[in-house]
């Protein structure tokens, strides 16, 4: 079949851990990563990348002015951060339905509906991160009942009134940059 393709979003910075990413992903059979975004360590990640022979499975997208267009190329969404508040990436890949891995940083275990939890692992850890990419991966059911209930979790609990709208205009603002 077609293969699995992870993405990640946000700005290339040491906080969010795209090397561990990079690394996990080294461990998912046949993956795929889109990396969405750019920043400082751009070069430095794609070297990595290349180093890890893993060239021809990421695609560095760099900055969008329209996210929408790259969720929808990706099965599932990866959060690799060592450190976050409540990030807002997590909240536009939960928006669009997409499953979601994660490391446990900031509010990210408590804004995931339940059924996510077994996806969220501790951060620097890429055995840990893959074997939930792997996980996620092999289970097309659960991919399908874990972006229902992402979505439904960001409706109800993160869209009251235009909140979600405005800090998608905002953050797609600053991912442009």
């Known amino acids: 079949g077609e293969p699995f393709v992870f993405g990640t979003g ?9 090397a561990t990413l990079l690394r996990a992903l080294q461990q ?7 990396v969405v975004g750019d920043g400082p360590l751009r070069a430095t990640l794609q070297a990595l990348s290349a180093e890890l022979g893993l060239t021809a499975r990421v695609e560095f997208v ?9 969720y929808r190329r ?4 990866v959060l690799s951060s ?19 891995v994660a490391t446990d940083v900031g509010d990210v275990a408590a804004v995931l509906p339940a059924a996510a939890r077994p996806f969220v692992v501790p951060a620097g850890q890429p055995e840990a991160l893959a074997r ?6 092999g289970d097309a059911a659960r991919c399908v009942e874990l972006g ?3 979505r439904q979790r960001v409706e109800r609990h993160y869209a009251a009134g235009e909140c979600l709208d405005r800090f998608l205009a905002v953050y797609r603002a600053a991912l442009a940059k």
């Open 132 to 137: 939930a990419m792997v996980a996620v991966a």
């Open 10 to 18: 946000g700005g290339l910075r040491p906080e969010k851990d795209h």
């Open 148 to 150: 229902r209930d992402n």
């Open 62 to 70: 760099g900055a969008t002015n329209d996210t929408s267009v790259q």
């Open 82 to 100: 060592c450190t976050e508040q409540m990030p807002l990436v997590l909240l536009e890949a939960m928006a669009a339905g997409l499953p979601v």
């Open 28 to 34: 998912v059979p046949e993956g795929r990563l889109l």
């Open 74 to 77: 990706m099965d599932a969404f």
